[in-house]
């Protein structure tokens, strides 16, 4: 098998990234935008040693599960792998990715619960970082194709446009940009020549306000007061900031945010908590799934009668503060010195400052002084994509809190993390979240007990 081949496959199965699988002679081929079941003639794009990737020329036969795509730009965008697949099923493929991860690496076949969806399917994404680039001699935004750093335009300067998944407002914000850059001829990054302005645009929603943050190759953004006012006009509610980020680099964000116009922080409320947010803070991108996810573990904390939970990688406290009402203390671990600062205004903002005690450490150092002397305690992991580090998940195993709750974004890191706790905990419950509709991502809550 060499790329250029032109092959008839059937589709057996689909993969973690939500692609179809074939086997051709031993071969694994992922074909993207296929679903199982399906028969289709594909044409390879590249062959590794064990496998390869193809592309569709021509679908011979579809399966009852295929939908019709929102967006015309689905099959060409990278950011939607699965919005060609009926609702219901896309939820299926990801419980059973959950399943198939930790039944494979931790040797166990315990139940995953049904994925719970997500209560709206489009515009539910708070946030865009939006590269910004020159195509055909337009203006656009767009992501990048997969495997590529290609924009696919999904906002022409002009012509409007936008992203399905996007909520309300953001559009319009991403459309005011993109005339400002070409009324005041501004020039966009071009990253072999690393010249240009214009590198992103991100953009986050935080209840009817908006923090907009231009990132850009250089010190300042050209007649930012002209942008600010058209916005104004609009009737956007904003705060408007620059990012520098002069590096030859993947690195959305520069170092450092420079406020031009509005407030400081964008203000905000999840769930009761009164919260404040920069355009570097972390926050889950459906606001919706994130309090059904939130909700649940201040149940299994109150169902489980904690005394003592422990917030590690607590952010800027927004758990933090939720899941006070259900325990006496709260002690939230967090490493950036600028989020525990932040955390320590918000407890106070919400009448936690005595309840919630927010320490500057490593995880791994602090957890086992912390969990050797309390009696009745819980730690909850919300950790990157990358999971756990070791020396948390042996901190864990030494100190025994009674209850470990985790919060994984990636299913693959998940197994692995579990796999390692084994030895002393099992499983309570594993439920998939529907985070990200019509793409290949899910969150996944698990709760783990100590062994008897």
Do not use: W
């Not at 299994?300 to 406290?317: L, T």
């Not at 990157?384 to 948390?392: A, E």
């Amino acid at each position: 098998m060499k790329a250029r081949d032109k092959i008839t496959v059937e589709i057996t199965s689909v993969g973690m990234n939500g692609e179809g699988v074939a086997k051709v002679d031993g071969m694994v081929v992922f074909v993207p935008y296929t679903l199982q079941g399906e028969r289709a003639i594909v044409e390879i794009t590249q062959v590794k040693k064990a496998y390869a990737f193809g592309k569709v020329i021509k679908l011979l036969r579809a399966s009852e599960d295929r939908a019709r795509p929102l967006c015309k730009l689905c099959f060409k965008c990278g950011g939607c792998e699965m919005q060609h697949i009926k609702y219901d099923t896309q939820l299926a493929i990801k419980r059973n990715t959950v399943k198939n991860c930790i039944d494979r690496e931790c040797g166990i076949d315990f139940p995953v619960d049904s994925t719970v969806p997500s209560p709206d399917i489009y515009g539910y994404r708070n946030k865009i970082q939006l590269p910004i680039s020159k195509v055909d001699g337009k203006i656009v935004g767009g992501y990048f194709a997969s495997n590529t750093h290609k924009a696919v335009a999904n906002s022409v300067q002009g012509e409007g446009g936008g992203c399905a998944l996007n909520a309300e407002g953001i559009q319009l914000i991403v459309d005011c940009f993109l005339d400002h850059i070409q009324r005041f001829g501004i020039e966009v990054y071009d990253e072999t020549s690393h010249s240009g302005l214009i590198r992103h645009l991100v953009v986050r929603k935080v209840g009817d306000k908006f923090s907009v943050c231009a990132v850009i190759n250089g010190d300042g953004l050209p007649e930012y007061k002209a942008f600010a006012r058209k916005l104004e006009e609009a009737g956007v509610n904003f705060s408007l900031y620059i990012s520098s980020n002069k590096k030859r680099t993947n690195v959305i964000m520069g170092d450092t945010v420079r406020l031009l116009v509005g407030n400081e922080r964008v203000e905000g409320d999840a769930m009761g908590v009164k919260y404040s947010v920069s355009p570097q803070s972390f926050m889950q991108v459906n606001d919706k799934v994130r309090d059904l996810i939130y909700s649940r573990v201040g149940e299994i904390i109150k169902e489980s009668g904690i005394s003592n939970v422990i917030d590690a990688y607590s952010g800027i406290g927004i758990m933090s503060n939720i899941f006070a009402a259900y325990c006496d203390r709260v002690y939230a671990i967090e490493i950036v010195e600028q989020a525990v600062e932040d955390a320590r205004r918000l407890a106070k903002l919400n009448g936690n400052g005595d309840k919630i005690v927010n320490i500057c450490g490593d995880c791994a150092q602090r957890l086992p002084e912390l969990i050797a002397r309390m009696d009745g305690s819980a730690v909850v992991l919300d950790p990157p994509r990358k999971g756990c580090d070791t020396r948390v998940l042996e901190s864990l195993l030494k100190a025994k809190p009674d209850r470990i709750i985790y919060i994984s974004c990636n299913p693959a890191t998940l197994a692995r993390d579990m796999k390692y706790l084994l030895s002393e905990y099992e499983p309570v419950s594993i439920t998939p979240y529907d985070m990200f509709p019509h793409t290949k991502h899910i969150e996944t809550l698990v709760c783990l007990k100590r062994k008897q």
